[in-house]
């Protein structure tokens, strides 16, 4: 079964730092891009990072730059993002989730994020 | 950024009637490359992650039930459910995946009249 699992979240005051993982299986990690989008309370979804299969290609909305830090550790099959400076504004869940990817005519073309975890809380306040 | 604004913001049906949500990108999510608009719908209960429906405007997700079908073209898209199930009741979101940061409508609260 393709899973996407969660983990590290919690309080943290503000300036503090977290560090989340996404533990993927069922699936060849290494080979798919991978995405964090969170989700204030009672808010919409908001995109945060992307990382590509090898890690040599990270992306990063303007309001978490130079901030957060997406890598992945293929060994492990295990997506992370390590927060600093963290705000009150960032509390939210934090998805991780897969991009999506049909494969025609020998190449790829990406179709969405396929598979979602099921989220982690961060909570920054003091 | 590309900005997406989806109509209306509620939306109350009764079971069995059409539901439509529509959702507009600021510019065109056309990918020149394979000729598909990078537009996707997601429902997302409550307590649960969103769920990819709908991809390239108008491609059901495996395992999505044939009452939702997705249309649009350029900067203009429309989620429509032709029936409507007790089990729909949602939000839902369009999304553009055509250049980072990939947006995503503010959402659509899918209620039983």
């Known amino acids: 079964e393709v899973q996407l699992v969660e983990s590290g979240g919690g309080l943290v005051q503000p300036g503090g730092s977290l560090r989340l993982s996404c533990a993927a299986s069922g699936f060849t990690f290494s080979s798919y891009w991978m995405h964090w989008v969170r989700q204030g309370p009672g808010k919409g979804l908001v995109w945060v990072s992307r990382i590509n299969g090898d890690g040599s290609r990270t992306t990063y909305a303007d309001s978490v730059k130079g901030r957060f830090t997406i890598s992945r550790d293929n060994a492990k099959n295990t997506l992370y993002l390590q927060m600093n400076s963290l705000r009150a504004e960032d509390t939210a869940v934090y998805y991780c989730?897969?991009?999506?990817?049909?494969?025609?005519?020998?190449?790829?073309?990406?179709?969405?994020?396929?598979?979602w975890g099921q989220g982690t809380t961060v909570t920054v306040s003091s | 950024d590309i900005v997406m604004t989806q109509s209306p913001d509620s939306l109350a049906v009764s079971l069995g009637e059409r539901a439509t949500i529509n959702c507009k990108s600021s510019q065109s999510v056309l990918y020149s490359s394979n000729n598909e608009n990078y537009l996707t719908w997601y429902q997302q209960k409550p307590g649960q992650p969103p769920k990819l429906l709908i991809y390239w405007a108008s491609t059901r997700e495996s395992g999505v039930p044939d009452r939702f079908s997705g249309s649009g073209s350029g900067t203009d898209f429309t989620l429509t459910i032709s029936s409507l199930q007790a089990e729909d009741v949602a939000v839902y979101y369009c999304?553009?995946?055509?250049?980072?940061?990939?947006?995503f409508g503010q959402g659509t609260k899918l209620e039983i009249k």
């Open positions: 989730a897969r991009a999506g990817r049909i494969e025609v005519a020998d190449n790829y073309y990406y179709n969405g994020m396929d598979v």
């Open positions: 999304q553009q995946y055509y250049t980072t940061p990939y947006t």
